[in-house]
């Protein structure tokens, strides 16, 4: 009998997933493992972060899940799980299943020894080797991955991400972006795709301690007695508009080990990983619903 893990599917969620879930071909050899049991292993591997070779024996062999793994990747299952899922989700908020708003952020990860295509230096994070790109709506749902090398600035980025968007998000017509996409990736987005977009700066600092200490000294020869700390903007965490969205998302996906670091030599499968990971955390948001 297999043992039940915390990464299992319920039935209530595998509910959410059977039907958009291929059925096994009825030609050839009978199935013997099931997609629910393949999927509850994929998950296990998105929780844990362990390699295929190492997962548990209650699971089916690791070439069976891999194989699963890597046919759901090439045939697009794990995207039409991740918009299925979304579509669903919004419209429990009373929200139309297509946004017409989004957030665009990016992660750079740091890549293992294992080699691979796309890896690069960001010289902005100090990071090697890649760098997720991705696309929420306002509700914190990934619209969109790529995933590509971290050379690659932002405002490059930011075409590999919304290159063809519009045919799956008619739509889209706002996003919001931090200052890295200002520039020639702000006038793309607006030219080539008719998207107007918003970017959201952080609050600029007026003054230092230093010159805040002169002010408060000159004003005190005045006779006003000014605290030169109130002079100073207050430092650490500022919560941005907008922008929190997407970094909430990129918050969640870290809640599995496998995105801690980008292990795979392929950037499709990093992509389906994320994908993965996001369609993990709608399916319980859905079914707890």
Not at 21 to 35: D, L, M, Q, S
Not at 47 to 72: I, M, Q, S
Not at 236 to 255: I, K, Q, S, Y
Request: glycine residues 8%; aromatic residues 8%; positive net charge.
């Amino acid at each position: 009998m297999k043992k039940s893990y915390s990464t299992d599917l319920s039935d209530a969620e595998w509910q959410c997933l059977e039907a958009d879930v291929a059925a096994p071909n009825k030609h050839g050899w009978p199935r013997i493992h099931g997609n629910r049991i393949i999927l509850d292993a994929i998950f296990y591997v998105v929780k844990c972060g362990c390699p295929w070779r190492l997962l548990p024996r209650d699971f089916p062999p690791w070439e069976t899940v891999n194989l699963g793994f890597r046919r759901w990747r090439i045939d697009g299952t794990w995207e039409r799980l991740n918009t299925s899922l979304r579509e669903r989700l919004r419209r429990r908020l009373k929200r139309y299943p297509q946004p017409n708003a989004g957030v665009v952020d990016s992660q750079s990860a740091k890549t293992s020894g294992v080699g691979g295509e796309a890896r690069g230096y960001d010289g902005g994070k100090k990071v090697r080797d890649r760098k997720r790109h991705l696309l929420v709506d306002t509700e914190e749902l990934a619209l969109k991955a790529k995933v590509h090398s971290a050379k690659v600035p932002d405002q490059d980025g930011i075409k590999l991400l919304l290159k063809g968007v519009q045919d799956h998000l008619p739509r889209l017509c706002h996003l919001w972006v931090d200052a890295g996409y200002q520039g020639r990736g702000k006038e793309w987005a607006a030219e080539a795709l008719g998207l107007s977009v918003e970017v959201v700066h952080r609050t600029p600092k007026l003054t230092t301690e230093k010159i805040a200490r002169i002010w408060a000294e000159e004003w005190a020869k005045e006779g006003r007695k000014i605290d030169w700390q109130r002079l100073v903007p207050h430092g650490g965490f500022e919560l941005l508009p907008r922008r929190w969205v997407a970094e909430r998302t990129f918050a969640w996906l870290c809640h599995n080990r496998m995105m801690s670091k980008d292990y795979e030599r392929l950037c499709a499968t990093s992509e389906a990983f994320v994908y993965a990971a996001t369609v993990r955390l709608m399916v319980r948001r859905l079914a707890r619903a």
